[in-house]
């Protein structure tokens, strides 16, 4: 995987890039293009299941900006006074899948970890009229194809390899190395750059200053992988999805480990994904089709959904955020100095969803597994398959409803979060009101072990003041009037520091009073609206 390695090269590259961009915009005229309204473009990627694949999962950007150092075009560029810089794309291709000779040249650029490679995969091949029969394979065989048209037409530059001296990549070339030569190896060629293996730096300086600089949202590349395939790069950002990609449907091709040719072949996750659309190519089965192959596996799921213990999921995701909450304050320093609404902002992040949607996902597989037509559906579509099942048909609905806001501006998670939040905050109160009691009687100790002792002084004083009337020049009567007087004063800076810490510590017991009594009232009102949430969201037999 290609990444940004030297820094130097990069920066003169993107440096010499916007220039030309923004003062030469007739270079970028000669190459640029537009693609229409309904133009395909495909996204081919390893084996993908249901968990990233939602309507939009396809035409998203997951990696978030620092993390992007992979990419060939676009990604994180060099650092500037501590902050990121560069640009992020999706990386699609203009190439259609061929007949029989589907190599995926760039499927390594889209790796996608969420399935491991030896997992067993359940598909089958359609033939119009048959009935599915079942086959397994491991995940590394497969590789998933997502189809998308443009909804909207889109502009773009065409950076595809060209090394003619009047080139625009050639320019850029040039100029760059005349400008910082040491930045560029000797005898180094625009070619080595292009087709670097193991080096994004020259690409990716020329990608992100594209989409830096211009309105232009896209540019064509050649592949690294077989220098001829042409990929699509569209600009976007990290966790939203590319509104103009107008998703139609995904397909999974199963490649022999010997000859590398391709086969058309449908998964559980093709089905379940294109039911939401029609698909047009007459290898894929129709709705009709797959609604037909699936009708016996999503009774049961719907079966599972009106049986399940919904109150003991419930039970179970709020142990879950509850723990996750203590863990997310407990890394936090001094949390209840915040605001509760700050606090629930911290911790309700797509990472914790993520990880509850997880966990309810899970949950539901663990409770449909001890049904007997589980272990019958297993035997056809695999474990895997009935996940997906489970997810879409039960836990992913009942997910949407948790996330959905009620009249109280709420999801269930943010009262489930809320109400956690208050019941630490009650116990930490508690815990500050102890503390701030010790501090009022430590204070109170001081204020009369200092008045005591300052009685005892300045009676000591008095004996000592009448015995030097009798002996006005006695030196050792005199030290030690002195002394006394010095004690005195100490000991009342002392009283009246102990008085200011007392005068504290009043303040703070009252202002904890009032938190502790502001706390349980909002407490109590977070409870109620989270027992309605719960009596609501988790009914047993409820459809969702």
Do not use: C
Request: net charge negative.
């Amino acid at each position: 995987m290609p990444k940004l390695g030297f820094p130097k090269l990069y920066d003169v590259t993107s440096t010499v890039a916007k220039r030309k961009f923004q003062n030469q915009k007739f270079l970028l005229d000669k190459y640029s293009f537009k693609l229409d309204t309904g133009s395909p473009m495909y996204r081919f990627v390893n084996y993908r299941n249901l968990k990233p694949q939602f309507e939009n999962g396809g035409r998203t950007i997951w990696t978030k900006l620092d993390d992007d150092i992979w990419n060939r075009w676009t990604g994180r560029g060099t650092d500037v006074n501590g902050q990121s810089t560069g640009t992020q794309g999706l990386y699609l291709s203009l190439d259609a899948d061929g007949p029989v000779d589907t190599k995926f040249p760039e499927v390594s650029q889209y790796q996608d970890a969420s399935v491991p490679p030896n997992q067993t995969v359940h598909y089958f091949e359609y033939r119009s009229g048959q009935k599915p029969e079942w086959k397994s394979t491991k995940a590394s065989e497969l590789r998933s194809m997502f189809l998308f048209t443009l909804n909207k037409p889109l502009l773009g530059v065409d950076f595809s390899f060209d090394d003619r001296q009047d080139s625009i990549l050639m320019q850029i070339f040039n100029e760059a190395k005349q400008e910082v030569p040491d930045a560029f190896d000797k005898g180094v060629t625009l070619k080595d750059l292009y087709f670097a293996s193991e080096d994004a730096s020259f690409n990716r300086a020329i990608g992100n200053a594209l989409f830096e600089t211009t309105i232009y949202g896209a540019f064509k590349a050649t592949s690294v992988r077989d220098y001829k395939s042409i990929n699509l790069v569209v600009t976007g950002k990290s966790g939203i999805a590319l509104d103009f990609l107008q998703p139609q449907g995904r397909a999974t091709f199963l490649i022999d480990g010997v000859t590398k040719k391709s086969i058309g072949v449908v998964t559980v996750d093709d089905m379940i994904y294109n039911n939401t659309f029609e698909p047009t190519d007459p290898k894929l089965p129709p709705n009709n089709v797959i609604q037909d192959d699936l009708r016996t596996y999503t009774d049961f799921a719907e079966n599972i959904n009106n049986e399940l213990d919904w109150e003991y999921v419930g039970k179970g995701l709020d142990s879950r955020i509850n723990q996750e909450v203590i863990n997310a304050l407990q890394s936090i320093d001094h949390p209840f100095k915040n605001e509760t609404d700050s606090l629930v902002k911290q911790i309700e992040t797509y990472e914790f969803l993520e990880e509850m949607k997880k966990s309810l996902e899970n949950d539901v597989a663990l409770s449909a597994s001890t049904d007997v037509r589980y272990t019958a559906a297993v035997k056809e579509i695999g474990a895997e398959g009935m996940s997906s099942l489970l997810s879409s048909l039960v836990a992913d609905p009942k997910y949407k409803k948790l996330t959905e806001v009620s009249s109280t501006g709420e999801t269930y998670f943010t009262a489930a979060i809320r109400s956690t939040i208050l019941e630490k905050k009650r116990h930490w109160l508690a815990e500050e009101s102890s503390n701030i009691q010790s501090r009022l009687s430590a204070a109170d100790t001081r204020v009369t072990e200092t008045s005591t002792e300052i009685s005892k002084k300045q009676q000591d004083l008095q004996q000592i003041e009448q015995a030097l009337k009798e002996k006005p020049q006695d030196q050792d009567l005199l030290n030690q009037q002195t002394k006394l007087n010095g004690d005195i004063a100490e000991l009342v800076r002392d009283q009246q520091e102990a008085e200011q810490d007392r005068a504290s510590a009043e303040k703070d017991r009252k202002d904890n009073e009032q938190e502790r009594g502001d706390n349980s009232t909002e407490k109590t009102e977070a409870e109620k609206r989270l027992h309605e949430r719960q009596k609501h969201d988790w009914a047993r037999g409820e459809r969702v």
